[in-house]
């Protein structure tokens, strides 16, 4: 059974960083592109960061040059490295495959805020 268990998130002022970490069983890190996604109250949740099999990387225009994907392979996880963070990124994050290809795991919270 695969899961992907997603950490980092808290409470961080305007400004700050936070790293999220995604661990995901099995091999789908090395198999499939993997995503962060995120999903703001009252809103639908929407893919903000990317890494494709071969370690390109995009973003939504929203985070571009703010966030950071990245993966260790060998470590079955995928990072979300957030700066600069906005108040406007409070959302619950969650990672996945590029296709979401599996049921979305528990989340973490970011809440930005002063």
């Known amino acids: 059974q695969v899961y992907l268990v997603e950490s980092g998130g808290g409470l961080v002022q305007p400004g700050g960083s936070l790293r999220l970490s995604c661990a995901a069983s099995?091999?789908?890190?090395?198999?499939?592109?993997m995503g962060w996604y995120r999903q703001a109250p009252g809103k639908q949740r929407e893919l903000v960061a990317s890494?494709?099999?071969?370690?390109?990387?995009n973003y939504a225009d929203s985070v571009k040059g703010r966030f950071i994907i990245s993966r260790d392979i060998a470590k079955k996880t995928v990072y979300l490295q957030m700066s600069s963070l906005k108040p406007e990124d409070t959302a619950v994050y969650y990672c996945?495959?590029?296709?979401?290809?599996?049921?979305w795991g528990q989340g973490t919270q970011v809440t930005v805020s002063s």
């Open positions: 099995g091999g789908i890190v090395s198999v499939y592109g």
């Open positions: 890494i494709s099999r071969a370690g390109s990387t």
């Open positions: 996945n495959t590029d296709g979401v290809n599996y049921d």
